[in-house]
């Protein structure tokens, strides 16, 4: 046998290691560079937002049930909804670190702003079911007398729940875009390059501007205010 006939099969189990090495290497990257971008940003986005409008969902068919309970009730009769039926939002849902790190991949702070905008609007709307409507019906239930008519008090809060239901589904367009990027970035090897260019893409620059279109009016309230929005 020759030397180079020994070294062959040393040299090529070599390559061989090398390139499993590089494969390997490879592999942890991508699975680094998911976890950040889908696992603990993505994904957590969605899961927030998702948390955020269910809160709402579940608030308004209680005050809903409620409401239709009320209407046509005698004072001295029960009532089956209770207070701690209304759900709060969990502060530790709503975690800081997914919406920078989505900024960041963006370019553009106009996802956080609706956000927070998100989080108050259902912890005001959570109040409001909780305290501000449940704490009138529990005061007319009590054989409390109103100072105007319950019918016109009833209706008001009608209309108040009604434009809340109302606002409640402009924040769909919030979490329809994070499943856009979501779904557009996965579409991609990602690489360090794909990472670092993909706020360049049309899909990005079409998703903020449907955010700054269906909150126009806030983000020239932000504006006007001097509150950073990009």
Not at 157 to 164: P, S, T
Request: hydrophobic content about 40%.
């Amino acid at each position: 046998m020759s030397i180079l006939d020994a070294i062959i099969p040393i040299l090529v189990a070599f390559i061989l290691y090398l390139l499993g090495q590089r494969a390997y290497f490879m592999q942890k990257e991508y699975e680094h560079r998911r976890k950040r971008y889908f696992d603990d940003c993505l994904d957590e986005l969605i899961a927030q937002t998702e948390h955020a409008l269910q809160i709402f969902r579940h608030n308004w068919g209680k005050a809903l049930s409620l409401h239709k309970q009320i209407r046509d009730l005698d004072r001295s009769a029960q009532i089956n909804t209770k207070v701690d039926h209304f759900s709060e939002i969990d502060p530790s849902a709503f975690s800081i670190s997914p919406s920078k790190r989505f900024g960041t991949l963006i370019q553009d702070k106009s996802f956080w702003a609706i956000q927070q905008k998100l989080f108050g609007f259902t912890r005001n709307a959570s109040q409001f079911f909780s305290a501000d409507y449940y704490g009138f019906i529990r005061f007319y239930l009590k054989g409390n007398e109103p100072t105007k008519p319950v019918k016109e008090i009833l209706d008001d809060y009608w209309k108040d729940m009604l434009d809340l239901n109302s606002e409640s589904y402009q924040y769909y367009v919030l979490l329809e875009e994070y499943e856009n990027l979501a779904s557009a970035l996965e579409s991609h090897k990602l690489t360090k390059d794909v990472i670092g260019q993909f706020h360049k893409e049309q899909v990005v620059k079409d998703s903020i501007k449907k955010i700054r279109r269906a909150f126009e009016e806030y983000f020239i309230w932000l504006e006007e205010s001097e509150l950073p929005t990009r």
